[in-house]
């Protein structure tokens, strides 16, 4: 695993590092999504809808009942 900083120029454009490039498969380019989480941005290889069935399919039937509830709090259920 790699960690660092990148920088984003004016365009919008970063780079990656060739270490994480290599790991994800992306050294002649390909699709990176990102999901924006309020107070950080997370970057994931392949395209946004592959990784959106991934996470719905990662989590349990118990947990999306929990979610659904409010894990408990009936405010956070109705919002």
Do not use: Y
Not at 1 to 10: A, E
Not at 19 to 32: I, P
Not at 60 to 78: C, I, M, N, V
């Amino acid at each position: 695993m790699s960690n660092g900083d990148l920088k984003v120029s004016r365009r919008g454009q970063m780079s990656l590092p060739a270490t994480a490039r290599h790991r994800w498969g992306l050294d002649e380019g390909g699709e990176v999504c990102f999901l924006d989480l309020g107070d950080a941005i997370l970057l994931l290889p392949g395209a946004f809808e592959r990784t959106r069935r991934a996470l719905i399919e990662a989590v349990s039937d118990e947990t999306w009942a929990d979610a659904r509830t409010g894990f408990g709090d009936e405010d956070l259920a109705t919002q």
